[in-house]
Structures are given as C-alpha cells and as structure tokens.
C-alpha cells in the first residue's frame, strides 16, 4: 500500500492526502516532521514532506508525486485529457506554488514561528504577492473551477497555496488578498463543501497544537 510521509499542517502534505482521497486510493499515513536525520533523507534527499513510499521506492515533491498518481490511478483523473488543457492546469499549479506560496513562505518565519523577517524581505514579499496572486487571476478561469469547468489538481494546489498567503497578508500586512477576488472566494467556497476537503481541513486543526509545539520546542 501506498504510504504518505508528513504532517497535518503542511500545506504541500496536504495537495497529496486530498488527491489521494480524492481519488479513493489506499493509503497509509506515516505522520513525519521534515527532518534531516539519515534516515529520513534516505527517504527525501531533502528532508521536506511530502514523500510518497510506492513499491519502487520512495517519490518526493508534491507536482511529481500528482502527476504519478494519475499515471497509476486515472480514473478519476484530476488532469484533463485534452494535452493543451493540461498543461493550463500545470500552469495554474506552478502559478499557485512559485509565484504566491513561496513568495509567502519567505515571512513564514515571522508570521507563524515567533522570528522575524528584514524590512527587506517584508517589502519585498509584500509586492511579490500581489503580483503574484494578479498574474494567477489573469491565467485563470473560475468556471466554476480554476481551470474550467472541470475539478483539476490546479483547485488544490490553489487552495493549498493561496491559504498561507492570505494569512501572511494578513499578519504580516493587514492586507486581505483575496478582498477584490470575489471568483476566488466563491471557488474556495465551493472547495470547502467537498468531503475530502473537511476531512483534511479538519485534520490541519487537530494537528496545529502538536505542531506548534514540536517547532517552539526545538
Ligand atoms: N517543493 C516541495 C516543497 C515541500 C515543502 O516545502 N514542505 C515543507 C512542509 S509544508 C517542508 O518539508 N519544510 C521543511 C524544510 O523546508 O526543510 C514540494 O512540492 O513537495
């Protein structure tokens, strides 16, 4: 059986499980801080989660890891078949992950672990983001999903990577990001209602408390 590396918390472990749930794969749960010890950089090579253990061996990265899962389990497929069509969901997911969610984890230390970020890289995140989540909205399609009309992979990584940034502009800016985005918010919305979605939703707060500490206690 398929087993999934990582923790409630992580946004990225999060793409995974949903897909995974999504797809009504089997899976098991191998709850995994990222760590740097031997043995789990036998695993990951970089010590991040998510990381999917498959017969072969271990897969790491959470774009890899999407695509192999609907290689293996098609149907239900969360790519569309159509090869133009999916590669504007992979462009709406690389969108979502480089241009919002990494651009607000470079305030992830101030805005989540009690450290603090230079002026400069506050400025800087603040501008980037706001392009960023510009250039998303300009790619996408919202009809009712981010793609179209089809429920894609680009839906999760969306919500999964727009969450932390809403919460960084928040925190760090008093900026609502998605204020004047009112196609994102019906969008998550729609997500929310999902049963998949509450399971790992849910599951992200039963976990915050543990995490908070394992990461306050180092
Ligand atoms: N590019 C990676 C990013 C994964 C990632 O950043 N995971 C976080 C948890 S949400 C992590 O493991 N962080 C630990 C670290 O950066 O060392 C992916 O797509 O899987």
């Given at each position: 059986m ?13 793409i ?15 709850d995994?801080?990222?760590n ?37 389990h ?18 709406l ?7 919002v969610?990494?651009v ?21 995140v ?10 998303l ?29 809403v919460?960084v502009?928040q ?6 990001l998605?204020a ?24 992200m ?5 543990a ?8």
């Amino acid at each position: 059986m398929l087993k999934l590396y990582g923790f409630t918390v992580s946004n990225y472990f999060n793409i995974v499980k949903v897909a995974l749930l999504e797809k009504g794969v089997d899976f098991e749960i191998v709850d995994t801080f990222p760590n740097q010890t031997d043995e789990f950089l036998g695993k990951s090579a970089i010590g991040k989660v998510p990381c999917l253990e498959t017969e072969h061996g271990f897969l790491t990265e959470a774009s890899v890891i999407l695509d192999y899962l609907d290689d293996i389990h098609s149907e239900p497929s969360l790519y569309p078949t159509d090869p133009w069509q999916k590669a504007k969901v992979r462009e709406l997911m690389k969108y979502s992950e480089l241009y919002v969610e990494l651009v607000a984890r470079r305030c992830f230390p101030e805005a989540f672990f009690g450290g603090q970020v230079s002026d400069e890289t506050r400025e800087q995140v603040k501008a980037d983001l706001q392009k960023g989540v510009a250039a998303l909205r300009r790619i996408a399609v919202f009809s009712p999903y981010i793609a179209g009309e089809a429920l894609s992979y680009a839906d999760f990584c969306f919500m999964f990577c727009i969450g932390p940034a809403v919460q960084v502009g928040q925190m760090m800016f008093g900026m609502d990001l998605l204020a004047d985005f009112p196609e994102a918010q019906a969008l998550l919305a729609l997500l929310n209602e999902r049963e998949h979605v509450k399971t790992v939703n849910d599951d992200m707060q039963k976990g915050m408390q543990a995490y908070l500490q394992a990461v306050q206690g180092k």
